[in-house]
């Protein structure tokens, strides 16, 4: 084997993880209730795993290429975003004050001078 060979392999091993991590996540924004997401996200492992056997490179390329291809297609339109993550309902939800405004945090305690 050579180097190049490695090297292609390696990389074909991490674009195939990628997706498939990708895929998972997808499929999170489709299911509805978690126990539909388990059976999906079942399926989608039978799928990545009926190929695991595949070892001729240019046959991987190109069911990467068709994988990422379908991922795309079936992105989800309006996708999950956690709340305070950025684009998510909270997130900057409390803008910082203006300026010149100031906020003393005495807590009813007042100067005695």
Known sequence: MSASYVARRAAQKQRVRLLYRRALRETLNWAVHRHLFYEDADELRKKF???RHVEDIETIDRMIAAGEAAHDKWRHPDPYIVPW?????????NPTRPAGIEIVYDYGREDNA
């Open 49 to 51: 795993e009926a190929n």
């Open 85 to 93: 993550a950025p684009g998510g309902s909270k997130f900057c939800r």
